[in-house]
């Protein structure tokens, strides 16, 4: 599956920002689909998913209350809402997908094997 995300840019601390992933020629309500971030010089971090029970949710303690992601099935695509942002963060954004019968751990970058071109989130003091 293609995956494209949008919706970065360029906020104040405690402002919001949503993010939308988009897939190409698939529905993404037939995959569990999550987001990662990157800051320079430091690897990719998981930020949320959608659990393997259904359409819970899993999410970085960073993130817990701040963050919600969310599925637009009319839309096709997968948001995240990002609230009361910080300094820290400043990221691209990715998100990502894969099979609904894999049961690895959501938190490992190596364990999604499809990723989107990512969208850049900074978010200035």
């Known amino acids: 599956v293609q995956l494209q995300a949008s919706g970065g840019g360029l906020v104040q601390a405690g402002g919001s920002l949503r993010l939308s992933c988009a897939a190409s020629?698939?529905?993404?309500?037939?995959?569990?689909v999550g987001w990662f971030r990157q800051a320079p010089g430091k690897g990719r971090e998981f930020v949320a998913a959608?659990?393997?029970?259904?359409?819970?949710?899993y999410y970085a303690n960073f993130v817990k209350g701040r963050f919600t992601i969310s599925r637009d099935n009319a839309k096709n695509t997968v948001d995240l809402q990002m609230n009361s942002l910080k300094p820290e963060d400043t990221a691209v954004y990715y998100c990502?997908?894969?099979?609904?019968?894999?049961?690895?751990?959501?938190?490992?970058?190596?364990?999604?094997?499809?990723w989107g071109q990512g969208t850049q989130v900074t978010v200035s003091s």
């Open positions: 020629g698939r529905t993404l309500s037939s995959y569990r």
């Open positions: 959608f659990s393997w029970r259904g359409e819970g949710t």
């Open positions: 990502t997908a894969r099979s609904t019968t894999q049961l690895t751990a959501l938190s490992n970058a190596d364990n999604w094997p499809a």
